[in-house]
């Protein structure tokens, strides 16, 4: 059974960055795309992009380029999201997710809320 | 403004069944199947309830099935219980970025 564990709330005040981690234990963790996806507060949920291991490479969604970036410790299973220069429109739970090779996302994170605020 | 058009809101009786859609183009969900759908309770994660238009994750009640008609993606849940009440939201690949639609509140009467 994989799980997915995220690292706890965080408050950011305007223009300073986020780090978020999402820790993966069961199987074939190593191999496995881990989305981000976000949801603000009464919304709906938005894909921030995905972090693929092997070649280490990523995709983001156009409206985060320049301002966000993923990483992975292969030595802990984490994968993490930096978010960067945040606004009070950052404010939102973001979940990492599993991609599960079927087109669709089968695991989730807790979620973490990140709120921005001055 | 999402690329999937989801009506904001639906509703039943127990036992009655109803169908959400989500509207793409013929680029996305007319040409490929690579939608799924999630369910999501209030506080909780989204839950993957079909993948690939139609296929149903082990655990997932059957009474929740998906389809396709030309541009469009339904999902259907038959026999309305009242923990089926939450969010629902469709998801494909457009390009190269993943697309959420904005979602349908499900309620039950």
């Known amino acids: 059974q994989v799980q997915l564990v995220q690292s706890g709330a965080e408050v950011k005040k305007p223009g300073a960055s986020v780090h978020v981690s999402c820790q993966a234990s069961?199987?074939?963790?190593?191999?496995?795309?881990i989305h981000w996806v976000r949801q603000a507060p009464g919304q709906g949920l938005e894909w921030v992009g995905v972090?693929?291991?092997?070649?280490?490479?990523?995709t983001y969604a156009q409206k985060f380029l320049g301002r966000v970036t993923m990483t992975r410790d292969t030595s802990t299973s984490t994968v993490y999201m930096e978010l960067s220069s945040l606004r009070s429109e950052d404010t939102a739970l973001y979940y990492c997710?599993?991609?599960?090779?079927?087109?669709?996302?089968?695991?989730w994170g807790q979620g973490t809320l990140v709120t921005v605020s001055s | 403004q999402s690329a999937l058009t989801q009506p904001p809101s639906a509703s039943g009786s127990p036992g009655q069944s109803v169908t959400l859609s989500c509207t793409g183009t013929?680029?996305?969900?007319?040409?490929?199947?690579?939608v799924s759908w999630y369910q999501q309770h209030p506080g909780t994660a989204p839950k993957l309830v079909i993948f690939?238009?139609?296929k149903r994750p082990s655990g997932v009640p059957d009474r929740f099935s998906g389809s396709k008609s030309g541009n469009t993606a339904t999902l259907t849940v038959s026999g309305l219980q009242a923990e089926d009440e939450g969010d629902y939201y469709c998801c494909t690949l457009v390009g190269t970025d993943w697309v959420f639609g904005g979602g349908t509140k499900l309620t039950v009467l």
């Open positions: 972090f693929r291991p092997g070649a280490d490479t990523t």
């Open positions: 069961g199987p074939t963790v190593t191999s496995d795309y």
């Open positions: 013929s680029s996305d969900v007319g040409r490929y199947n690579h």
């Open positions: 997710t599993r991609d599960g090779s079927h087109w669709e996302f089968d695991y």
């Open positions: 690939e238009v139609i």
